[in-house]
């Protein structure tokens, strides 16, 4: 199982981007898939996940600026991030897990796969 994620670096405040992640080795369109993020002594934290179907899911800062998206064909996810702000600087991760309900409870500790993460740092 591979899960790996691309897109992080450097961004301004206020501004955008997108993390995406390669899935291989499972059978990508029966999970659900999420990010999550953590921060330097901080816990990780639950981001968004996406379920087989295609229902999202939000939680915390993430509601009403990330915007999760996955696409079967391709086996991939993509997370579109948008107004980011200092705070959203951390190291991002995507899993994936078969139950959508890991994410929702923000389960970290249930997740079945995980990948090395990217990191995003927001600054000017």
């Known amino acids: 199982v591979q899960l790996v994620e691309s897109g992080g670096g450097l961004v301004q405040p206020g501004g955008s981007m997108t993390l995406s992640c390669a899935a291989s080795?499972?059978?990508?369109?029966?999970?659900?898939m999420g990010w999550f993020r953590q921060a330097p002594g901080k816990e990780r934290e639950a981001l968004s996940c996406?379920?087989?179907?295609?229902?999202?899911y939000y939680l915390g800062t993430a509601k009403g600026r990330f915007t999760i998206s996955r696409d079967n064909v391709k086996d991939m996810v993509h997370l579109q991030m948008n107004s980011l702000e200092s705070g959203d600087t951390a190291k991002y991760y995507c899993?994936?897990?078969?139950?959508?309900?890991?994410?929702?409870?923000?389960?970290?500790?249930?997740?079945?796969?995980w990948g090395q993460g990217t990191q995003v740092t927001v600054a000017s």
């Open positions: 899993s994936a897990d078969l139950n959508y309900l890991t994410y929702v409870r923000g389960d970290t500790y249930r997740v079945q796969y």
């Open positions: 080795g499972f059978p990508f369109d029966k999970y659900a």
């Open positions: 996406i379920d087989a179907l295609a229902g999202t």
